[in-house]
């Protein structure tokens, strides 16, 4: 069955440095691939969208790869300030065209001062 | 643009009681979807809607349903509630179209079962 891993434990670093996360997936060949935030108590919100054909995107601090090859996504933050500390999800469209996506369980960032 | 409203957002219920949760979407989307969060299982997939009709469904025992409106606002239902069916309820909206694929979630419907 379709399986999204990210990794599951908080990832701390300090403001100012480039954060890292990682989303890997098997058994699926997906056309794209999203990233969202979420914050505590609140609904996810969506950050990027990179599709299958592409292998990275960028949105002014955020830079997305995507590798079909090694079935992976990178998400970057450069210069990661206290603000960018909330928890950061992958996923995958369930199938295709429509509003069915799967989630990987989460990454939390927190960003020190 | 308004964004995804979700009504109530705090409901607490006695098991074996059912509950009906409310969801206005993006004006101009037609897509609707369902997911449960829990501390647990993370986000997962309950439904979709699209036009109306159920386009999708998830891995979810029968006593979950759900239904659209012509206007794209949709109603989930959950009849004989079990403990374990506290959780956050959010819905998201998109365009329900190809290459419309981004979903905008709502703040959520926090469900507490006793």
């Known amino acids: 069955s379709q399986k999204i891993e990210q990794n599951s434990e908080a990832l701390n670093i300090q403001e100012g440095k480039t954060a890292t996360l990682t989303c890997n997936y098997t058994?699926?060949?997906?056309?794209?691939l999203q990233w969202y935030r979420q914050d505590p108590g609140r609904g996810p919100v969506f950050l990027l969208l990179i599709r299958e054909n592409e292998k990275e995107k960028r949105k002014e601090r955020l830079k997305v790869t995507f590798d079909t090859t090694l079935k992976q996504s990178l998400f970057h933050i450069t210069a990661s300030q206290p603000a960018d500390s909330a928890t950061y999800l992958c996923?995958?469209?369930?199938?295709?065209?429509?509003?069915?996506?799967?989630f990987g369980q989460g990454t939390t960032l927190q960003v020190k001062p | 643009k308004a964004g995804v409203t979700q009504t109530p957002r705090y409901l607490i219920k006695t098991r074996g009681q059912q509950v009906t949760l409310s969801c206005s979407p993006i004006s101009g989307h037609r897509s609707v979807s369902w997911y449960q969060q829990t501390p647990g299982q993370g986000l997962q997939f309950l439904f979709e809607?699209?036009?109306?009709?159920?386009?999708n469904k998830g891995n979810f025992p029968g006593r979950f349903s759900g239904r659209q409106f012509s206007n794209s606002r949709s109603e989930m239902n959950v009849s004989t509630l079990e403990l374990g069916d506290s959780a956050l309820y959010l819905c998201?909206?998109?365009?329900?179209?190809?290459?419309?694929?981004?979903?905008?979630f709502g703040p959520g419907t926090r469900l507490t079962v006793t």
């Open positions: 058994n699926y060949s997906p056309a794209y």
């Open positions: 996923a995958l469209p369930g199938s295709s065209n429509t509003g069915k996506l799967i």
């Open positions: 998201a909206s998109s365009g329900g179209l190809a290459g419309n694929y981004e979903q905008y």
């Open positions: 809607y699209f036009s109306e009709t159920q386009r």
